[in-house]
Nanobody, 122 residues
Framework: VQLQASGGGLVQAGGSLRLSCAAS????????MGWFRQAPGKEREFVAF????????YYADSVKGRFSISRDIAKNTMYLHMNSLKPEDTAVYYC????????????????WGQGTQVTVSS
């Protein structure tokens, strides 16, 4: 499985962005894909995950109500819709695949994209 993340950029506080993660070589119809982020000097932290087959979602408390994760099965693509962005959301965002339902630790995912930078200015 190869993951390609895109959609990052510079946005003002309160703005919105949509990240995409295109998966190639994904032959399984189940499992969980997720988004993580890593700010400078900090550990990689869980943002959200979605179950591929049923679309069940789970969010970190820090983004609940502001971010929305979705997937397009036909396109093998996962999205992260980010609204009401805050400066503390600034980080490199990574998509991941190969997790199981409930996976919120990076070590629980087998495949990773290269990351896309999100910068929120105040």
């Amino acid at each position: 499985v190869q993951l390609q993340a895109s959609g990052g950029g510079l946005v003002q506080a309160g703005g919105s962005l949509r990240l995409s993660c295109a998966a190639s070589g994904r032959t399984f119809s189940s499992g969980v894909m997720g988004w993580f982020r890593q700010a400078p000097g900090k550990e990689r932290e869980f943002v959200a995950f979605i179950s591929w087959s049923y679309g069940r979602t789970y969010y970190a408390d820090s983004v609940k109500g502001r971010f929305s994760i979705s997937r397009d099965i036909a396109k093998n693509t996962m999205y992260l819709h980010m609204n009401s962005l805050k400066p503390e959301d600034t980080a490199v965002y990574y998509c991941a695949d190969g997790g199981s339902y409930g996976s919120t630790w990076a070590s629980e995912y087998d495949y990773w994209g290269q990351g896309t930078q999100v910068t929120v200015s105040s």
